[in-house]
């Protein structure tokens, strides 16, 4: 079993679409929860982080984490096309810094 | 937040060859994150490279095969021995920012054997 699982999709929605993106996990010790985004021939770039459990929001861009059901999620609300990418999760315990598990990444396209 | 060039960015290489990748960091770092990206697949950690010392090795990665030098605080190069067409996979490296929930990466070096 992965320490985080992640569907690749690819995720497809029209424009202005409330989209869904989730992972789960088996390490109850990460702590640390965060979003990366990839454009193509692109190096992944830190979009959120979440520490423990709860709720964070960044303009059109939320993130959920549920330590209890070892879920995270992160919701984009009126998905533009410049949100088309790869979506990765990823995690990290409190004692391993800046080494990242990271989730198999999800595929959007927003279509116009 | 920091910059980093990675060379090449891409490459074709015959089976059996080596390919050395370099990373450039704009700003004095003290570790360095190589990362696997195979298609499909999510990232995973090579190696990380410390200044000064050997570098440490992730479970399934050896350093006869990616040999790792660190020779300063901002410069670090990957090499990738006697390639097979399994070592087909885009290259990264990564540095860690003032916080330890942000890594920072290169633009990486997607590598094709043949």
């Known amino acids: 079993q992965k320490e985080v699982e992640q569907d690749p999709g690819p995720l497809s929605v029209p424009e202005g679409a409330i989209v869904s993106l989730n992972c789960t996990y088996s390490n109850s010790a990460f702590q640390y929860f965060m979003w990366y985004r990839q454009y193509s021939r692109k190096g992944p770039e830190l979009l959120m982080y979440?520490?423990?459990?709860g709720n964070k929001e960044d303009g059109r861009f939320t993130a959920q984490v549920d330590k209890s059901s070892k879920y995270i999620s992160l919701f984009i609300r009126d998905s533009q096309p410049s949100d088309s990418a790869t979506y990765l999760c990823?995690?990290?315990?409190?004692?391993?810094?800046?080494?990242?598990?990271f989730g198999q990444g999800t595929t959007l396209q927003v279509k116009p | 937040s920091a910059v980093i060039s990675q060379k090449p960015s891409r490459d074709i290489c015959q089976r059996g060859t080596s390919l050395t990748i370099q990373c450039q960091v704009d700003s004095q770092v003290t570790m360095m994150f190589w990362y696997r990206q195979q298609p499909g697949q999510s990232l995973t950690l090579i190696a990380t490279a410390n200044q000064g010392s050997e570098a440490t090795y992730e479970s399934g990665f050896v350093i006869d095969k990616f040999p790792i030098s660190r020779p300063n605080l901002t410069f670090s190069t990957l090499t990738v021995s006697n390639m097979s067409p399994e070592d087909s996979s885009i290259y990264l490296c990564?540095?860690?920012?003032?916080?330890?929930?942000?890594?920072?990466f290169g633009q990486g070096t997607r590598l094709t054997v043949v």
């Open positions: 990823a995690m990290i315990d409190s004692g391993n810094t800046g080494k990242l598990i």
């Open positions: 990564s540095v860690p920012g003032l916080i330890n929930t942000e890594a920072f």
């Open positions: 979440t520490y423990s459990s």
